[in-house]
């Protein structure tokens, strides 16, 4: 079983719809990554978590240490949300401080 | 401010060359991350280097692959002798700091090796 676990793999969305992109957890980390990337592009730091909630724009993403899990929400989605969505943790403490472990990725597609 | 570059963005090596790709971090940031994407997979670890130290290359494979972060100059990953299970997506990021204290990784472009 992958430490971070993502779902779904694939979300079709029409424009417009709210949008729900969920991330498990296995390991304790200090910090909770959500990335977006475009086909061929590169990757874009959307939020850094450790506790809480964080807003930008029309994105929201939430943690809840306790249960291991984490939620990136996109109100209002739009086709240039079309994107894969990455949850990445970064272990609590040691000499693994730093480095990032991935999800699989969430495939979105938001159509017209 | 400029963000964390790569170059190049893409390179073309046949099987037994060596790749070198280039990693200037964001200005400020004395911390590089390596992480390797391939093909239908997810992103993976590679090393984790400050100002001429490697701290962390649980991530390297263990022969052919190398990294660098001199005090001058970018950070570089050397692939010598390429397969063409080495074509993949190759993202460095950077941050201010790290340790107990988690601290923003800002990612460059990535450098999409193809071996033929």
């Known amino acids: 079983k992958n430490e971070v676990e993502q779902s779904p793999q694939n979300l079709t969305a029409q424009e417009g719809e709210f949008i729900t992109i969920n991330c498990s957890y296995s390991?304790?980390?200090?910090?909770l990554h959500w990335l977006q990337q475009h086909p061929g592009g590169g990757i874009v730091s959307l939020f850094m978590l450790s506790s809480g909630k964080k807003k930008h724009g029309r994105l929201i993403a939430t943690i809840n240490i306790q249960e291991k899990h984490s939620s990136l929400h996109i109100t209002a989605s739009h086709p240039r949300d079309s994107a894969v969505y990455i949850c990445?943790?970064?272990?609590?403490?040691?000499?693994?401080?730093?480095?990032?472990?991935f999800g699989q990725g969430t495939i979105l597609t938001v159509h017209p | 401010n400029a963000g964390v570059m790569q170059n190049p963005r893409h390179l073309v090596r046949r099987r037994g060359q060596e790749a070198r790709l280039r990693c200037s971090p964001m200005k400020g940031h004395s911390h590089v991350y390596w992480y390797r994407q391939l093909p239908e997979e997810g992103l993976k670890f590679m090393v984790y280097?400050?100002?001429?130290?490697?701290?962390?290359e649980s991530g390297m494979p263990k022969e052919r692959f190398s990294a660098e972060f001199p005090k001058e100059g970018p950070s570089i990953l050397r692939i010598q002798q390429v397969v063409r299970g080495d074509s993949a997506a190759y993202f460095c990021a950077s941050s201010l700091m790290s340790g107990i204290n988690s601290y923003e990784q800002y990612f460059g472009p990535g450098t999409r090796l193809t071996v033929t």
């Open positions: 990445a943790v970064r272990r609590g403490g040691g000499t693994s401080y730093g480095k990032l472990t």
């Open positions: 280097l400050q100002k001429e130290n490697i701290i962390d």
């Open positions: 390991v304790g980390i200090s910090a």
